[in-house]
């Protein structure tokens, strides 16, 4: 897996294979921005936030911590802006606040439901497999409407997540360069950085993601095929 590093790319199993363990938060306003907050506690830049904002006429911002992780995460997803501003993220046990350059956030958290006590017997050993990623992916699609579990990243990546426990958003009170943005709703539309969105229910999911560049599952079949003589 992913280990804390003090500034070089730490990879794990397998040539150029990243791994990133944490939570992301999905939100939705009342005032149509949606928010994405990623809090890393072991990846190969250390630990880290992250926080993609995506206002109500679309256009699709990244608060980043340094331009180390906004350099990935831009060349990871799309983006119409990018800033390098101090990200300081508190997760705590009921409660989350979040302070990214112009966004000031905090929301309170529910107990996990039946999806999330069952995510939370998932080996995390198996969260990080591929091949768990893609037997999820189409469950996913069909109980959390809009969500993936794989698909193409950019810059000639691969990206897969294994969630590993749910807890649902109950309170929320955020503001964008001193204008509030209302208070919780669902995260519509779809957020659209990437091959998939959060769910529309605003939540906490724990995960562990893994970024792999598709030169590597080439060589992977590659590697395979010579074995087998074919």
Same mark, same amino acid.
Do not use: C, K, Q
């Given at each position: %897996?992913?280990?804390?590093?003090? #500034?070089?790319?730490?990879?794990?199993?397998?040539?150029?294979?990243?791994?990133?363990?944490?939570?992301?938060?999905?939100?939705?306003?009342?005032?149509?921005?949606?928010?994405?907050?990623?809090? &890393?506690?072991?990846?190969?830049?250390? /630990?880290?936030?992250?926080? %993609?904002?995506?206002?109500? *006429?679309?256009?699709?911002?990244?608060?980043? /911590?340094?331009?180390?992780?906004?350099?990935?995460?831009?060349?990871?997803?799309? +983006?119409?802006?990018?800033?390098?501003? /101090?990200?300081?993220?508190?997760?705590?046990?009921?409660?989350?606040?979040?302070?990214?350059?112009?966004? *000031?956030?905090? +929301?309170?958290?529910?107990?996990?439901?039946?999806?999330?006590?069952?995510?939370?017997?998932?080996?995390? $050993?198996?969260?990080?497999?591929? $091949? &768990?990623?893609?037997?999820?992916?189409?469950?996913?699609?069909?109980?959390?409407?809009?969500?993936?579990?794989?698909?193409?990243? #950019?810059?000639?990546?691969?990206?897969?997540?294994?969630?590993?426990?749910?807890?649902?958003?109950?309170?929320?009170?955020? $503001?964008?360069?001193? *204008?509030?943005?209302?208070?919780?709703?669902?995260?519509?539309? /779809?957020?659209?950085?990437?091959?998939?969105?959060?769910?529309?229910?605003?939540?906490?999911?724990?995960?562990?993601?893994?970024?792999?560049?598709?030169?590597?599952?080439?060589?992977?079949?590659? $590697?395979?095929?010579?074995?087998?003589?074919?």
């Amino acid at each position: %897996m992913g280990r804390r590093g003090s #500034g070089r790319l730490v990879f794990g199993r397998g040539s150029g294979r990243l791994v990133f363990e944490g939570w992301i938060a999905g939100l939705g306003t009342s005032s149509g921005t949606r928010v994405v907050v990623g809090h &890393w506690e072991v990846s190969p830049f250390g /630990p880290f936030g992250d926080v %993609m904002v995506e206002r109500a *006429d679309g256009h699709r911002l990244l608060l980043a /911590p340094t331009r180390r992780t906004a350099d990935f995460i831009a060349g990871t997803y799309r +983006f119409d802006e990018v800033r390098v501003v /101090p990200v300081d993220v508190r997760r705590g046990r009921e409660a989350w606040t979040v302070r990214a350059g112009p966004l *000031d956030l905090r +929301f309170t958290l529910g107990r996990s439901g039946p999806l999330g006590l069952l995510l939370r017997t998932l080996p995390g $050993a198996l969260a990080r497999r591929s $091949a &768990w990623s893609t037997l999820t992916d189409l469950p996913a699609r069909l109980l959390l409407r809009g969500v993936r579990t794989r698909g193409s990243a #950019g810059s000639g990546r691969r990206e897969w997540y294994g969630a590993r426990d749910l807890r649902p958003v109950r309170t929320l009170s955020a $503001a964008f360069a001193g *204008d509030d943005l209302g208070t919780s709703a669902p995260v519509v539309p /779809p957020v659209r950085f990437g091959f998939g969105s959060v769910p529309r229910n605003p939540g906490v999911t724990r995960v562990v993601t893994t970024v792999a560049p598709v030169r590597e599952r080439r060589a992977a079949r590659a $590697a395979r095929r010579t074995a087998g003589g074919g």
